[in-house]
C-alpha cells in the first residue's frame, strides 16, 4: 500500500483537530482586508429585524441544528445532546438520543436535524446515527471507507462525504453512502489535487431540499460548486470577490499537517434554504465603508440553479460580536454569536 495513503489512516484524529485549529485561528486572528477589493455590494430587495436574543446559558451551544416552524435546535459539545427552543429563543430544554460509547465521536461529529429525523455524522468513525425527534429509537450505519470532514444528508439512506480513499492518496474527494445498499460511489475531480489531505481546498458542504442540488464553498477562494445527488457537477459558480486562487497553502511533512502560507479566510460561514445560498464574506467590498463593515457581517445571496448574484444583506454585530454561524428557516435568520443566540426576522427577498 501507498505509503502515503497509510499516513492518511493514522493521522484523521491529526487532521480534525488541524482544521479545527485553522478555523479558529483563520477567525480571530485575520483581520479584514481594507483596501480596494475589486468588487461592490447591493444590497438585495428584503430586511432583517431583530426579533429575539438570548445568552448562551452554560457555554455549551457550538451551533444551529435545524429549524422547523415551532421550534430552533442547536448542537452541543456532546453528540446527541441538543439544546431546544421555540422560536422566541424561550422555553429552552435539552433532548438526548442514544449515541454509542466510542470516544472518536466526540473529536468530529455534525449534528443535523431534518425534523422528525436527527443525524449525527462521526467523521473518524466513519458513520452516521439517525434518530427521532419523537422517541429515542437510533440507527447506526459505519461506512467502510476512512474518515470525512464533510458530510450531508440526502435522505434517511444515502449521505455525500467529503473524505479520504484508497483511489485519491494525498486528498479528499467526495462520495456517495447509500446505506440501503450499500453503494458506494466516488468523485475524484470535483476539486483540485494539491496532495495535502484536501486542507488547501477545504469549505463548506450543504444540501439543499428544494432543489436537490448540494453546494460545496470553498473558505479561501471565490469558487464554489453546484453538485447533483449523483456527484455530477452542475456548474462551476464564483462569489462577488476576485480572490481567484487558494489562500492556504499547507503540506505534509513526515507525519505532521504544516501550514505553509498566511491563513487568509475569504468565506467563514454559511448555509443554503430555499433555492438560495447564504455566504458570509470576510471582504469589504469597494462601496463599503470601513465602519460599516467593521459593524456588520455581509451574508451574499446566490441563486442555487444558476449562481447568480441576488444581493447582500447586512447581519449586525452584538455586543461587538460578529457570525460565527447561522442558520435561514422559513422567515427566520438565527444566527450563533460567540456568547448569544439571535433570531431575526429576514422578509422575503422581491426583484
Known sequence: MNTIYKH????????????????????????????????????????????????????GITDISGITPSHIYFSTRIPGKLWVTDNNLENGHYITIHIPGDPKTISAFTCIVDSPTIYILEGNTPAVITGQLVNNETKEYKFSRAAFTRAIAITPYSYIVRGLDSTAPGDQIFIKHSVANGETKRANNLVERRHDLGISTDGFLNYDPCTHLAIYTSYYCNKFLCIDTSLNLVYTG?????????????????????????????????????????????????????????????????????????????????????????????????VNYKNYIARYQLAPMTH
Open 238 to 334: 464564483h462569489t462577488i470577490d476576485t480572490v481567484a486562487s487558494y489562500g492556504l497553502k499547507a503540506g505534509i511533512t513526515g507525519h505532521t499537517l504544516t501550514n505553509a502560507s498566511p491563513i487568509t479566510v475569504i468565506n467563514s460561514s454559511n448555509c443554503t434554504y430555499n433555492g438560495k445560498l447564504y455566504n458570509v464574506s470576510r471582504l469589504k467590498a469597494d462601496n463599503e465603508t470601513a465602519e460599516s463593515f467593521d459593524d456588520n457581517s455581509a451574508i451574499d445571496i446566490y441563486d442555487i440553479k444558476t449562481g447568480h448574484y441576488d444581493g447582500s444583506i447586512y447581519v449586525p454585530s452584538y455586543k461587538s460580536e460578529k457570525i460565527k454561524s447561522f442558520k435561514v428557516g422559513g422567515n427566520s435568520l438565527v
Open 8 to 59: 492518511l489512516f493514522l493521522i484523521p484524529s491529526t487532521m480534525a483537530i488541524a482544521i479545527i485549529a485553522i478555523a479558529i485561528v483563520s477567525w480571530t486572528a485575520i483581520k479584514p482586508a481594507y483596501e480596494k477589493n475589486g468588487f461592490n455590494r447591493q444590497l438585495a430587495h428584503t430586511s432583517l429585524t431583530l426579533a429575539n436574543v438570548t445568552n448562551k446559558e452554560d457555554g
